[in-house]
């Protein structure tokens, strides 16, 4: 195997996130709290998260108060119950490099419960280690605090690990450590990011099956 370690992010990532539960979600509230407006294609909610955000998104454009973003906590939490789909190949890639001794973390914005579950159900495993949403914020993406743990955990350095990321946040953090990166170009997000990812990353997949391929010595 070219890494020891694969460093994966989970939304959009891993699974199909943002069109299956960010974006029904938020489509719901916005048909409840601003029924006057119209309702933003799946291209424009990502473009928004992108940039400018989304807490800029929900305050400046749809101008939700501090009350009505409750409401769309509630709603989002509600979607979160659901197990999204896995992009096509990720179980077998993952079976092979753990059959073959790679290890498996997670470094992403969900929460460690929510990956936990996700893996569960979708490999029957768990990572060797986490870093959600619910770890404070210096100790999140893009700073390097999970990837310091990883390494001194683990026993790695930044050239045993692969960070993969459908965004710029894995990019900035894997870059900090100068640990090498990845583009998930096959992400639902892809079209925001890919002029950018195809300049900077030192590797871009369309597939998961293109990343194996890279990986895997047959």
Known sequence: MRY????????????????????????????????????????????????????????????????????EQEIWKRYTQRVPDCYEGFERFLTRYRAQGGRVCVVSHSEKR????????????????????????????????????????????????LMVDDLKLGFDMARSRNVDFAWA????????TRDYMLKNAAYQFGA???LEAFLMED
């Not at 006057?36 to 400018?52: A, R, V």
């Open 4 to 71: 020891s370690c694969l460093v994966l992010d989970h939304d959009d990532t891993l699974v199909r996130s943002t069109p299956e539960i960010h974006y029904p979600s938020f489509v719901e509230t916005v048909r409840l709290l601003r029924p006057e407006m119209p309702e933003p294609t799946l291209g424009e909610f990502i473009t928004h998260n992108f940039d400018p955000g989304f807490l800029p998104m929900c305050r400046n454009v749809y101008q939700f108060t501090d009350a009505e973003m409750g409401i």
């Open 185 to 192: 170009g096959w992400s639902d997000t892809a079209f925001v």
């Open 208 to 210: 998961p099956r293109e």
């Open 114 to 161: 929510t990956i936990l579950r996700d893996y569960r159900a979708h490999f029957g495993f768990e990572p060797d280690m986490v870093f959600g949403w619910e770890l404070p914020e210096l100790q999140r993406k893009p700073h390097p605090y999970p990837l310091d743990a990883i390494m001194g955990t683990l026993g790695f350095e930044p050239k045993d690990l």
